[in-house]
Every structure is written in C-alpha cells, then in structure tokens.
C-alpha cells in the first residue's frame, strides 16, 4: 500500500470511529468516514458478524469508488444465548441508545440469575479493495470478560462499562485508550487486518503497533 492511500471507514458509529482512527493512526493511510463522503449506513441484513461487516464494506466502496474498511462487532453472553450479538447496537430497537441497551441487557442477565456470566465481545474486521473484491480481507477477534451489575468508567461506550476484565480489575470503559486499543477484540483484528495487507501488498504502512 502507498503511503496516503485514502480509505474510507464505513461506520456510523462515533465511538467505533474514534477507536478505529486511533489504532490506524500510526499507519500512513488517510482515513475517511463514510459519513464525510455522504454515504448512508448500510443494512446489517447479515447472519454473522463477517457478513455484516462485509455488507458495510462493499456498500461503502460502491458509493465512494474507495477501497474500504468496515467491523461489525458486539457483545455474546452465554447465559443469554449469546445474545444480543449481531443485534448489539439496536439489541432494545432500532434506534435505541446505547443507556437503553445496556438497561435491557443487565435485566435480561437479572431474569438468568447468573451471576457476573461469561461473555465475549467479538469483532469482525474487513478490507475490500473494491466493490466487486472477489478476495476480501476478512479478520476476526474476540476478547473475554465477565459482565457486572454496576457500570463503571467513561472511556469506552456500548457496553463497555459493564464489560469487567479479571486481567486488569476493571471494566473495560475504565481503561486508559492506548490500553484498550491493545487488549481489545477491535484492537486485535485491526492488527491481523493490518498484517493481512502487508502480505498482500507487499509492504507495510508506515509506523508500527505495539502488539500486547
């Protein structure tokens, strides 16, 4: 990859923005929001977290003509099913904030009776060159925790504050950025994705990224 090589980010999500920029922002790729290029979100009409991720991408590179980069990711609790999932940002309905969310996820949890249950948040991670890529970059992550009764912390956003790592004694919106972006599902299949381009392309953007 050239360095400069503009890429547009299809999210409509601020905080998965903010994270995402973060991450790359060591690599020489500008970086630009769908939103900046008036695309509109695309429909996660997917069955799995790749496949809504991969339906971001395209979307987003048919309307602008750019490669592109698109993740969709949520959270999976065992004691739920795994739900909310691929339903995680619209889990109390289309619309909902991420407070309303949150609110019905810890009441379903209160309904199971499982204490502080086993989750995972997973991240889907994709690259397409174009919109007809026949060989899209596809990555996938997962990051282990326990959800908590009491929401803590104001780094993160989603479910963040209720996601509690037993590695750092906290929750995952109580850790600093630049620890996030290390440990975290989006961290961690951003880098792979990353990887997966330097094989492809033959050489790395410039920078590097600390790996945990």
């Not at 999210?11 to 500008?30: S, V």
């Not at 769908?34 to 695309?42: D, W």
């Not at 199971?112 to 060159?129: E, I, N």
């Amino acid at each position: 990859m050239s360095r400069g090589r503009r890429v547009v980010l299809a999210t409509g999500n601020p905080g998965k923005l903010r994270e995402i920029r973060e991450l790359l922002a060591e690599f020489a790729l500008e970086i630009l929001p769908q939103s900046e290029l008036g695309v509109s979100v695309a429909e996660e009409s997917g069955g799995s977290f790749a496949a809504n991720a991969l339906l971001k991408a395209r979307h987003a590179a048919a309307r602008t003509g750019l490669p592109a980069i698109a993740d969709d990711s949520g959270l999976c609790v065992d004691a739920l099913g795994g739900r909310p999932g691929i339903h995680s940002a619209r889990y109390a309905g289309a619309g909902a904030t991420d407070r309303e969310n949150l609110e019905l996820l810890l009441s379903e949890i209160a309904r199971s009776g499982v204490t502080r249950p086993p989750a995972r948040f997973h991240c889907a991670m994709v690259y397409v060159d174009a919109v007809d890529d026949p060989d899209p970059i596809v990555v996938e992550a997962q990051w282990q925790g326990n959800i908590v009764e009491a929401p803590a912390g104001d780094n993160g956003f989603g479910y963040d504050p209720v996601f509690y790592l037993s590695t750092h004694g906290c929750t995952s919106a109580q850790l600093a950025p630049e620890i996030k972006n290390l440990v975290s599902h989006r961290g961690q299949a951003l880098r792979g994705l990353l990887d997966a381009l330097q094989r492809r392309f033959g050489r790395r953007p410039a920078g590097s990224v600390q790996r945990p």
